[in-house]
């Protein structure tokens, strides 16, 4: 509490000095209070600068002109909480047999707005005090004398002053709890104003705003009022009433108990939020809703829904550089629709309130001071949430896995951003997977992965293809120790995850096509070479044949495989695979950053032919070797262009068919 009184009077005084460097110096000084009766009315004189201090305090703290209807409610729900703290305390007077409300009336004809409510109201010195003092915040007050008056929201002092925006004359009439009698506060613009006894108020506070002649008289018109109440308002605890009808029927649900909640109440909110700041999420309804209290270490409210629609690709794309679903809200009250520093971005998808006292604003509500406290609830808020979606996939995998094909790009992206390695982790707990374990269509996660890995197994093992059926054909799973499980990736964006990410659960992350480098070829098969001098001149022909920008070395593959040829980078090939998609690589240029070596599998009948019809008919034997090295690029995703193969193969399939024609002219008669 005494820090977040101090942060608030140190607030205001900076306000006074960034004033002060625009030659409105000595400020509080200024202001000078002389009295001079006018028949029951005392007059309080400005100094003539006055004008311009007032039209720089509201123009320069208030981005926007509505949000003086924001203030003026918020500062009469300040009231009524103060009234009800009151009855209710230790210090309780008598219950006044007055309802809790605040009401709004519009006099187009007079373009006049009226906001009434039945707080606690002020007495004469508290009009003057707190009405004639820019930046002195009556809740402020009623803190530092009621500790346990903590439902206040007035904390900034200038959210009167915002009416003077719009506003040609302000009227205040208002008459304390248990004072005999009540007073009037006038400001017609110009250099002063009155206070001027009532004996007729009853209690509780009346604002009359007499709206400039300009854009501001649109705020007469009750549609308008109660468009800027649906916006910001539309949570307060006590009834708003719009010339006599109230306008604010639904409850603040996350600052309820979720046992007091039913799933309609939740659908209803949801369309709310999205009807006010995400219309295309109009149809739609929560697939997860997910709600989070806590007092300590700061005070949260926090409630949170997962739309049902599902993200393009397209969408996704676009949608990143929009901002966040979240509102923020102190005690009920919109501060910021679009709160992107309270989640990372990659949490966006999420559409929610989050409400907090503790979280600190400048003088105007409207911009967040970052600082530990708000990166306290950004991390507190990402831990929960995926805590949330880790405990839905325990719970119902099937729905979680509906949620999975709408949102995982968003997960990813996390792994992807994140610079902690915890946050890393604990995101790649919700990601799935097919995998050699589990049949096609049904996944795994990488948890439950680690629980069956073998005693023996030191990686978790993945392959990247276009599909599984791609995967289980490819010839580094071929190769593989089918003792260990693959996870088989089919989406892109799972390989640079993983390269992201190079452990989990203190186990390291390993393609298949590194473990077939490090351990899958034999190193005994170049000494095979050494002694056979045919295999020797065929790889050496190959090599020479191909270039040496196509392979920088040919070796020997004596293992059963159904693929002629394989082919191993120098540098990570889901690397190799990411550089390909994104930079702007002429044909077979980035060949020569991967350093290819190009693996022959001498058991196959392809090689065994190419190694009797090189030396006969040398372009062919080319054009295969080719052909079948493409192959390997297209099985290892390394094929930049594969525009050129067809040409290439029916090339060969003439000279193929010219070949046989002539064998048959030989050897017929």
């Known amino acids: 509490m005494l820090r977040r009184s101090l942060y608030f009077g140190l607030r205001s005084r900076h306000v006074f000095r960034l004033l002060a460097n625009k030659n409105y ?137 915002s009416a003077f925006v719009v506003s040609d004359k302000v009227r205040v009439t208002t008459r304390k709890v248990d004072e005999p009698t009540g007073h009037v506060w006038t400001w017609s613009g110009g250099k002063q104003f009155e206070v001027e006894e009532d004996l007729t108020t009853q209690i509780g506070t009346k604002i009359e705003l007499w709206l400039k002649d300009s854009e501001a008289a649109k705020f007469v018109q009750a549609e308008k009022v109660a468009d800027v109440i649906n916006k910001y308002s539309y949570f307060i605890s006590v009834p708003i009433f719009l010339n006599g009808e109230r306008i604010n029927v639904m409850s603040a649900l996350w600052m309820m108990k979720p046992s007091e909640t039913t799933q309609e109440m939740h659908d209803t909110l949801f369309k709310h939020l999205v009807t006010t700041h995400h219309p295309h999420l109009r149809d739609d309804r929560p697939q997860y809703t997910f709600q989070y209290q806590t007092d300590f270490p700061i005070n949260i409210r926090a409630l949170f829904y997962v739309p049902s629609k599902k993200v393009s690709q397209f969408e996704f794309s676009a949608d990143s550089q929009h901002e966040t679903g979240i509102s923020l809200y102190n005690q009920r009250v919109l501060i910021k629709p679009n709160a992107k520093e309270l989640l990372p971005r990659f949490l966006r998808f999420l559409i929610g309130v989050v409400d907090s006292e503790d979280i600190p604003l400048n003088l105007s509500r409207e911009m967040l001071q970052m600082d530990l406290i708000i990166e306290k609830i950004r991390n507190i808020l990402k831990d929960r949430c995926i805590h949330f979606l880790v405990e839905q996939l325990k719970k119902d995998r099937i729905k ?139 790889l050496t022909w190959l090599k020479d044949s191909l270039g040496s920008v196509r392979v920088t070395d040919v070796k020997p593959n ?36 991967l350093n290819p070596v190009l693996h022959v599998n001498f058991t196959h009948p392809l090689i065994q032919g190419l190694q009797k019809l090189y030396k006969k008919e040398p372009e062919l034997a080319l054009k295969i070797s080719e052909q079948v090295y493409d192959n390997a690029l297209i099985s290892a995703g390394l094929l930049k262009d594969s525009s050129k193969m067809v040409g290439r193969l029916n090339k060969i399939l003439a000279d193929l068919l010219q070949l046989n024609t002539v064998k048959s002219t030989i050897i017929t008669p």
Request: aromatic share 10%; glycine share 6%; with cysteine.
């Open 25 to 161: 110096l000595n400020i509080l000084p200024n202001i000078q209070r002389n009295y001079a009766s006018v028949g029951a009315a005392k007059k309080f004189e400005f100094q003539a600068e006055i004008d311009s201090l007032l039209d720089i305090v509201a123009k320069s703290l208030y981005s926007d002109q509505e949000v003086f209807i924001r203030e003026l409610i918020a500062n009469a729900s300040d009231a009524l909480e103060k009234r009800r703290y009151l009855e209710m305390g230790d210090k309780a007077g008598p219950v006044q047999e007055i309802p809790f409300e605040i009401r709004i009336d519009c006099d187009v004809k007079n373009r006049k707005l009226v906001f009434t409510d039945t707080g606690i109201g002020m007495n004469e010195e508290e009009l003057v005090g707190l009405l004639g003092t820019i930046a002195k915040s009556g809740s402020k007050s009623f803190r530092s004398d009621e500790e346990k008056a903590e439902s206040l929201i007035g904390q900034f002092g200038v959210g009167f002053y």
């Open 400 to 538: 979680y896995t509906e949620f999975y094909k709408g949102y995982s790009l968003f997960l990813k992206e996390g792994i992807l951003t994140d610079q902690s390695n915890q946050t890393k982790e604990d995101i790649a707990q919700l990601l799935l997977f097919e995998s050699s374990n589990t049949r096609s269509g049904t996944s795994t996660s990488l948890s439950e992965y680690v629980e069956r890995m073998q005693t023996d197994q030191k990686c978790i093992y993945y392959l990247y293809a276009p599909s599984r059926q791609l995967a289980e054909t490819s010839p580094y799973y071929e190769m593989f120790d089918k003792r260990f499980e693959v996870l088989f990736l089919t989406d892109p964006a799972d390989e640079l995850v993983f390269l992201a990410m190079p452990q989990f659960h203190m186990k390291q992350i390993q393609s298949v096509e590194q473990w077939v480098k490090d351990e899958g070829v034999s190193k005994d098969e170049n000494k095979e070479v050494t002694r056979d001098p045919v295999k020797k001149e065929f």
């Open 558 to 593: 004596t293992s059963q495989s159904e693929h002629p040829f394989m082919i191993t980078i120098s540098s990570d090939a889901g690397a190799a695979r990411h550089m390909l998609r994104i930079a702007q690589i002429k044909e077979m240029e980035h060949l020569v950053y």
